[in-house]
């Protein structure tokens, strides 16, 4: 846990909790993570991905197991790139191979996150996406949204846009993920209503006079609401010098996601 003179931004933070590094032990422990999820059947299609979809890299300058024979592919010699590349790249671009065999659902998400947690990373995977977000509850809530089919589908695009826009490590996009933050609270009350016309405000106070939801509720989140779209908030002032930053970002992706799941229990009763 932190100090209090951590979080209150008296000391300097351990390094393994500083977003924009990498400790060699929690590096290691992620390649472990992958090398012992591979198997040797695997490497075939494992490598040929890795070239053509991560690397971008013509497929067939993958090692060949005879120095003068076309295809006969060397998969040992192939991995062992895939770890010099690993180990060669910076903190970011660990994390971009550790999206790359989560989303390919090669290593476990939930193993990643246990050795992320226990080295006390300031970041998890969420769906794919490496995310500085790690508090269990905040994760349930985000995961809960992302989980949604069929006719919340919008909501769930929504959500994941969000997430998309705060999870770019080298350029994050904190205005953009706070729209869609909001758009997702927003199209899950046009669902819950049937009302797909009318703006989130109008969408709150019918919920609040169908005894759906706390008139406390409908206050808070139409505020947060009115500042997205004033001229110095989000929606209609994508390019303007508002200043928004990850805690802002990350607080609309949590309590939005929040607030969209309590409106789906509410408006399915």
């Known amino acids: 846990?932190?100090?209090?003179?951590e979080r209150n931004g008296y000391s300097k933070l351990p390094e393994k909790m500083v977003p924009e590094?990498?400790?060699?032990?929690?590096?290691n422990l992620l390649w472990n993570a992958i090398d012992?999820?591979?198997?040797?059947?695997?490497?075939?299609?494992?490598?040929?991905?890795?070239?053509?979809?991560f690397y971008k890299k013509p497929i067939d300058t993958r090692p060949s197991q005879y120095e003068y024979t076309y295809g006969g592919i060397s998969f040992s010699e192939s991995w062992k790139i895939v770890r010099e590349t690993y180990f060669s790249t910076n903190w970011s671009g660990v994390y971009d191979h550790v999206e790359f065999f989560a989303q390919e659902e090669l290593v476990s998400t939930d193993l990643f996150n246990n050795i992320l947690a226990q080295e006390a990373a300031?970041?998890?995977?969420?769906?794919?996406q490496v995310c500085q977000i790690t508090d269990d509850q905040e994760l349930k809530e985000i995961n809960e949204v992302l989980e949604l089919e069929g006719q919340f589908r919008t909501v769930t695009d929504h959500i994941r846009t969000a997430l998309e826009h705060l999870s770019q490590r080298e350029n994050p996009d904190f205005r953009n993920s706070i729209k869609e933050s909001i758009s997702a609270v927003e199209s899950m009350a046009k669902i819950i209503t049937g009302k797909d016309k009318a703006t989130l405000g109008k969408l709150l106070k019918k919920l609040e006079s169908d005894g759906r939801i706390n008139p406390a509720l409908t206050e808070g989140f139409d505020k947060i609401y009115g500042w997205t779209c004033?001229?110095?908030?989000?929606?209609?002032?994508?390019?303007d010098a508002s200043s928004v930053d990850h805690a802002d970002a990350k607080f609309?992706?949590?309590?939005?996601?929040?607030?969209?799941?309590?409106l789906k229990v509410v408006g399915t009763k």
């Open 252 to 262: 609309y992706l949590v309590a939005c996601s929040a607030f969209t799941n309590y």
């Open 122 to 128: 300031a970041y998890r995977i969420i769906k794919g």
């Open 230 to 239: 004033d001229a110095s908030g989000i929606r209609h002032a994508l390019t």
């Open 1 to 5: 846990m932190a100090t209090f003179s």
């Open 21 to 27: 590094s990498i400790t060699i032990a929690l590096r």
């Open 36 to 53: 012992n999820s591979i198997s040797h059947e695997q490497l075939d299609d494992v490598t040929f991905s890795l070239w053509n979809d």
